[in-house]
């Protein structure tokens, strides 16, 4: 089974610019949660969609959102980029099949950086 | 609130075992987990422990469980230079949706030859 993909990997962009990063699950799974991880915070929960329905937020602000869709392909955007946003943005699919509870299979990220 | 406290570095020779140690806060965590990130990577899942375990052990790898203080540690016995990773502890809360786990902010194990 091939794992989860991020694209692009790395991505720089220009304060206010806005970007989209996209996430592809592993096959026959359907949902989809992304994470933001820095130096200073960690990893920080961005939200989660099921059957393109968004079914958990962190607490981030409006700038960023993201949307699923019917393949259970996901996308993240970020608008008006601040320079805080420099992050390394991980996406993590789960589903039916797994031996361990509510395991996340992560992709490898995209690393974003804002000048 | 919630939250996961790590240390943020460890260091050991070769051979030697590493513990490394974690506290949450969430009373009603259901599962812990234990991830590891290797430079440039996401993060792979090591092991995990449901909540009515105190131990769980996986070939090098033992995790402890203390609920009444909320600790939780991984301990990986002769510890290779392969091992050398960020390990992120993590919780997933009773009734919380199924991809929002809490992390820590990881610990740094640097393995010397």
């Known amino acids: 089974k091939a794992g989860v993909t991020q694209t692009p990997r790395y991505l720089i962009k220009t304060r206010g610019q806005q970007v989209t990063l996209s996430c592809s699950p592993i096959?026959?799974?359907?949902?989809v949660s992304w994470y933001q991880q820095t130096p200073g915070q960690g990893l920080q929960f961005l939200f989660e969609?099921?059957?393109?329905?968004?079914?958990n937020k962190g607490n981030f602000p409006g700038r960023f959102s993201g949307r699923q869709f019917s393949n259970s392909r996901s996308e993240m955007n970020v608008s008006t980029l601040e320079l805080g946003d420099s992050a390394l943005y991980l996406c993590?699919?789960?589903?039916?099949?797994?031996?361990?509870?509510?395991?996340?299979?992560f992709g490898p990220g995209t690393r974003l950086t804002v000048t | 609130g919630e939250d996961v406290e790590q240390s943020l570095f460890l260091s050991v020779r070769e051979g030697d075992s590493s513990v490394i140690n974690c506290t949450y806060t969430?009373?009603?965590?259901?599962?812990l987990y234990w991830y590891k990130q290797e430079p440039g990577a996401g993060l792979q899942l090591l092991t995990y422990?449901?909540?009515?375990?105190d131990m769980k052990q996986d070939q090098r790898l033992t995790v402890l469980l203390n609920k009444k203080d909320k600790h939780l540690s991984l301990r990986i016995a002769d510890t290779q230079t392969g091992d050398s990773a960020i390990y992120f502890c993590?919780?997933?809360?009773?009734?919380?949706?199924?991809?929002?786990?809490?992390f820590g902010k990881g610990t740094k194990l640097s393995v010397k030859p």
């Open positions: 993590a699919s789960s589903g039916p099949g797994g031996t361990i509870p509510y395991e996340q299979y």
């Open positions: 096959s026959g799974h359907r949902s």
């Open positions: 969609y099921f059957s393109e329905t968004q079914r």
């Open positions: 969430d009373s009603s965590s259901t599962y």
């Open positions: 422990i449901f909540s009515n375990m």
């Open positions: 993590a919780e997933k809360n009773y009734g919380g949706s199924q991809g929002n786990l809490i």
